[in-house]
């Protein structure tokens, strides 16, 4: 299995400004699911997409699957310093019922 | 619920010695899983457990490396002899099952010096 990859690898932001992260593969993900981690923190489950062309949306955060179900996003609006952290996605990368194989993440800075 | 627990939260060991990690599960989670974070690395999946089972251990680095899980409560992580390039953190994560979102535990930071 291949792991997906994670753009950008960092990014920072003015406080207020949107921020996006993707994540990409080569082959059909069977689902996604999409991760947080706060500095000196540990990962924290934010949201798993299943079908194909799913938005699903959190207060400011919206997570989208692709139609091809080969590319994710996550979308934050008017970011607050509370955003701070490394966002990552993960996928069974072998498929079904497997265990989840983390990409490197975007870590993501918020300028007050 | 009190999450996963790992245990301890810090660890600085010489060369060569030996080093256990713990993890308390979730109650009812049939999946729990160890992973490793560097910075060089990223999170790098060790072994994964089922109903207290190895399933997958194929990211385990080296013989020097094992886990058990005893019991649906408990599993360790052993590292026998440690090396300094096993300096990382330490995860522990449990699930319904492995695809379900995980609940991760606050990590142990291993130095070896």
């Known amino acids: 299995g291949q792991q997906v990859m994670q753009i950008p690898q960092y990014q920072h932001v003015q406080e207020g400004e949107d921020f996006t992260t993707y994540c990409n593969s080569s082959?059909?993900?069977?689902?996604i699911q999409w991760y947080k981690q706060r500095p000196g923190g540990h990962p924290v489950f934010l949201i798993q997409l299943v079908k194909s062309g799913e938005v699903k949306k959190q207060k400011r955060l919206t997570f989208q699957f692709g139609e091809a179900k080969k590319n994710s996003s996550l979308h934050i609006t008017a970011t607050q310093t509370t955003d701070v952290g490394t966002y990552f996605c993960a996928d069974p990368v072998r498929g079904g019922n497997t265990p989840l194989v983390f990409g490197k993440g975007t870590r993501l800075s918020v300028i007050a | 619920d009190a999450g996963v627990i790992q245990s301890p939260r810090h660890e600085v060991t010489e060369m060569g010695q030996e080093v256990t990690l713990r993890c308390k599960p979730i109650?009812?989670?049939?999946?729990l899983f160890w992973y490793r974070q560097t910075m060089m690395r990223g999170l790098e999946l060790l072994i994964y457990f089922n109903n207290n089972v190895p399933i997958d251990d194929s990211g385990m680095p080296e013989d020097r490396f094992s886990a058990k899980m005893p019991n649906a409560s408990f599993s360790t992580l052993k590292i026998q002899p440690s090396e300094p390039r096993d300096s990382a953190v330490y995860f522990c994560?449990?699930?319904?099952?492995?695809?379900?979102?995980?609940?991760f535990g606050s990590g142990t930071r291993l130095t070896v010096v």
């Open positions: 109650s009812g989670h049939n999946s």
């Open positions: 994560a449990s699930s319904l099952s492995a695809n379900y979102g995980y609940t």
């Open positions: 082959t059909t993900l069977s689902n």
